[in-house]
């Protein structure tokens, strides 16, 4: 696995999962959580890993806990925004660990510092910067970008170059500002996947 900003190394295979659920079925759970006291603990967590990497105070926080399965299922992507003004993403579908908190700090890490398209987070902004996890699900073909939901899907591209591009909901401002976002050229197939949204 190669996570790059929001840059998948491979699709997400649908696949039952250790307790016989689909990746859809996972996914809906997913879904249900994000509307829970828990999902809030998780980003209250990030915040305070991010406070703690930007400011050398150690987060105190315990790890969180209770979340759904997302390993050999979910794709996981963070993504950083500060005003309506995404400053980094990164991600992956496919997972050095199973360990939810382990694969976020990394991801948070990747979104604060490894972005070529952002500057890194500056140490002045980052109270003021929300941090937006998406839990990725499989992976459909598209002949047209336009027709993706933006609101509750992201797109996946591949490139002529072999390099892949994964853009999530929380990156997209509309459809105009998407297509100012995908390569005019060398994009060999496009795929859509739904996602579920935690801020």
């Given at each position: 696995m190669k996570p790059v900003l929001a840059t998948a190394a491979a699709a997400l295979l649908a696949a039952a999962g250790p307790a016989g659920l689909t990746a859809a079925d996972s996914l809906a759970h997913w879904a249900s959580y994000a509307r829970?006291?828990?999902?809030?603990?998780?980003?209250?967590?990030m915040r305070c890993v991010m406070r703690e990497e930007m400011t050398g105070r150690k987060c105190e926080a315990?790890?969180?806990?209770?979340?759904?399965?997302?390993?050999?299922?979910?794709?996981?992507?963070?993504?950083?925004?500060?005003?309506?003004?995404?400053?980094?993403?990164?991600?992956a579908f496919h997972h050095k660990s199973d360990d939810l908190a382990l694969v976020l700090r990394e991801y948070l890490m990747g979104a604060l510092r490894c972005d070529p398209r952002?500057?890194?987070?500056?140490?002045?902004?980052?109270?003021?910067?929300?941090?937006?996890?998406?839990v990725a699900g499989d992976r459909f073909p598209?002949?047209?970008?336009?027709?993706?939901?933006?609101?509750?899907e992201g797109?996946?591209?591949?490139?002529?170059?072999?390099?892949r591009l994964v853009f999530?909901?929380?990156?997209?401002?509309?459809?105009?500002?998407m297509k100012t976002k995908i390569p005019r050229n060398g994009v060999v197939q496009a795929f859509g996947f739904r996602a579920v949204t935690i801020r």
């Open positions: 829970t006291a828990r999902a809030g603990k998780l980003v209250g967590w315990g790890k969180p806990e209770g979340a759904p399965p997302f390993f050999g299922r979910h794709g996981i992507f963070v993504t950083l925004v500060r005003g309506r003004t995404v400053r980094g993403c990164y991600g952002h500057e890194p987070l500056d140490e002045s902004e980052y109270e003021e910067t929300d941090i937006v996890i998406t598209v002949d047209d970008p336009d027709l993706i939901d933006i609101s509750r797109l996946a591209l591949s490139l002529e170059d072999g390099g999530v909901p929380a990156e997209f401002r509309s459809i105009d500002y």
